[in-house]
């Protein structure tokens, strides 16, 4: 990486976090995080443990969230709910990239009767709603976190590569991406070194913006019945089982759908922040190539 490069990426970092709903949004996702993944040591609290005689305890000194129907601690279940939902959210957008951006570098790149077959593959996966293609996936492949990880995964794949073919069809008659060939560049190094690195800011940004709708997808699969099985903590499923005791316990349902919610305002606010941050970036970088040029 060129100090030139690493210079583009801090400013653009500096731009982004200098609006305040991104730095709030990415404060929240960094503690998130932190919580998540640094569990055991910060709660030491198993969320499968039971004790029935504090069955829907309300929020108290011992149980700061509550208990569920089983006297297990809600606490605990949301904050190793999160780390389900970011692994799965994490694994699904990996998948969707590692397919979907192939698919759009190719039928972008070589055009004709490969772009025509590809994008009418892309056609049909758009054409099914991402939700009954899941369950559908779910129901082939069994309910676990792998199945329900790749289901939400694929689901993803098209918008990956629409944006990587709409990125590859602007770039691929410019004059630098037309000189490597020249010079004896073979399509696999265009593409993977000239064409694919210059299309990161609107792939960057589809990462973003996937992962809040990931969470939700793995969300609303498991508030179905149909995502992750139980006893695994996941926030789907606590708002499924907390709806039939909103009465007697309103935080089992509450406390994990505002977690859920302000998770994915985060990412949708970092994502939209992100694109505007980098198409104010390409607009001052056209402006001083063409006042360059004259």
């Known amino acids: 990486m060129t100090a030139r490069r690493m210079q583009r990426r801090i400013e653009t970092a500096k731009r982004l976090f200098s609006h305040p709903g991104a730095l709030l949004s990415g404060a929240f996702l960094l503690l998130t995080l932190l919580l998540a993944f640094l569990a055991p040591w910060v709660l030491p609290i198993d969320p499968l443990l039971q004790d029935v005689s504090a069955s829907l305890e309300p929020p108290s000194a011992r149980y700061w969230f509550g208990a569920d129907e089983l006297g297990r601690d809600l606490l605990a ?143 609303a699969l498991s508030f179905l019945g149909v995502g992750i099985p139980p006893p695994t903590p996941s926030w789907g499923d606590l708002l499924r089982t907390g709806k039939s005791f909103l009465y007697e316990a309103p935080t089992y349902a509450v406390l994990p759908g505002i977690a859920l919610t302000l998770t994915i305002l985060s990412l949708d606010t970092l994502g939209r922040t992100l694109a505007t941050v980098l198409e104010d970036r390409r607009e001052i970088a056209g402006a001083s190539s063409e006042g360059s040029g004259r």
């Open 77 to 219: 279940r949301v904050i190793y709910g999160a780390r389900t939902s970011l692994i799965t959210a994490a694994g699904a957008v990996a998948i969707a990239a590692c397919i979907g951006i192939p698919i759009g570098l190719v039928a972008g790149f070589f055009g004709g009767w490969r772009d025509a077959v590809l994008m009418r593959i892309i056609d049909v996966l758009l054409a099914l709603p991402g939700i009954l293609f899941a369950m559908a996936m779910i129901a082939v492949l069994g309910r676990s976190q792998l199945a329900a990880l790749v289901a939400v995964g694929i689901t993803g794949v098209p918008s990956f590569a629409r944006i990587t073919r709409a990125q590859v069809l602007s770039l691929r008659q410019r004059d630098f991406v037309l000189a490597v060939e020249a010079l004896g560049g073979s399509s696999a190094y265009t593409m993977f070194k000239t064409v694919l690195p210059n299309s990161w800011s609107p792939i960057l940004v589809q990462v973003v913006v996937l992962s809040s709708v990931a969470i939700l997808l793995e969300a």
